[in-house]
């Protein structure tokens, strides 16, 4: 068992005050999400996404689970697991808000693309509203923006206007941000420099809660490598490289969690969310390596989770 290292803790009220002059529903609902479920008051999170039916496709992301084709299993999975909040596309929370209203906060992802074509400069589609994310009484809408593609500048002004909507209305702003792009090799999209820069970005368009990928100690660009150099910026772990991003989003004065991504081996996660604590980010927005395996299995998961963001293992 590793042992737990001493790292950034914060209140709530602390949290909140980062956010001084928001609507105070926006405050009331970062409140519901950072004040629910097993890590409720930790200033730590732990959110199920499952958008992965639209971006993957049901045989890639529900295949390897049966049960998971069905929307109310992810409700069920959030609330057993003691989760923060669960994300999901309108159709899937449409069919079971009504049923689970109340018991957990919502996050409605407003875009969505899907693998038909190739991903080269991917652009997603508006699949949502905030009018929806209001009807199904959510905390929270969720979007995505692509740093590097060559549409970039039209999702950066299309998040702007649908923020300031859901934050006239009360509602907190996700925001995913992933760096793709004809002139980004698939190690340039996980270099350090992108997904801090890529954290930057979604703070500067309004996020509350930034999620990103983990980064690696590649750097994509050469003078942001001399700087990490000659500045003495440590990037060795993946620890210090969480720190980073972390430092690089407002100095850790707005809400960065990280993705789980593909689905692999238990310990290689579990040795991830140290270091996403450690490294004195939020948590975790995790969702193929939670619902593609049984039940009780995807329960015990996420119970050592939640240990690791509790400082117990």
Request: aromatic share 8%; with cysteine; proline share 5%.
């Amino acid at each position: 068992m590793a042992e737990a290292v001493s790292a950034p803790t914060h209140s709530i009220e602390e949290i909140l005050s980062w956010y001084n002059g928001q609507n105070p529903g926006v405050l009331a609902n970062l409140y519901r999400m950072l004040n629910h479920g097993r890590l409720a008051g930790t200033g730590k999170m732990v959110i199920l996404p499952v958008d992965q039916g639209f971006e993957h496709g049901p045989i890639r992301a529900f295949g390897p689970n049966a049960p998971s084709h069905d929307p109310h299993y992810h409700f069920d999975l959030a609330l057993a697991a003691g989760c923060n909040a669960y994300a999901a596309p309108l159709g899937f929370l449409e069919a079971g808000a009504a049923d689970y209203a109340g018991q957990i906060p919502l996050i409605l992802k407003l875009n969505n693309h899907d693998i038909l074509q190739d991903e080269i400069d991917p652009l997603g589609a508006q699949t949502a509203s905030v009018k929806d994310a209001l009807r199904l009484g959510c905390a929270a809408i969720g979007y995505t923006i692509y740093p590097g593609t060559e549409p970039r500048r039209k999702q950066y002004e299309q998040l702007r206007a649908i923020a300031e909507e859901a934050k006239e209305n009360g509602l907190a702003v996700v925001v995913w941000a992933y760096a793709r792009g004809r002139d980004l090799e698939k190690e340039d999209e996980l270099a350090i420099d992108t997904i801090a820069y890529s954290a930057q970005i979604a703070a500067q368009l309004g996020a509350h809660i930034v999620k990103v990928k983990l980064p690696t100690d590649h750097g994509f660009s050469e003078k942001n490598r001399q700087i990490i150099e000659e500045q003495n910026i440590p990037i060795d772990t993946l620890a210090d490289r969480v720190r980073y991003v972390v430092q690089a989003t407002f100095n850790g004065r707005r809400i960065v969690i990280h993705s789980g991504g593909g689905k692999k081996g238990d310990e290689a996660v579990f040795d991830e969310a140290r270091a996403i604590r450690d490294g004195g980010a939020f948590g975790s927005i995790i969702g193929r390596n939670t619902f593609q395996r049984p039940w009780d299995e995807s329960l015990a998961f996420l119970d050592t989770i939640m240990n690791i963001y509790e400082g117990k293992q």
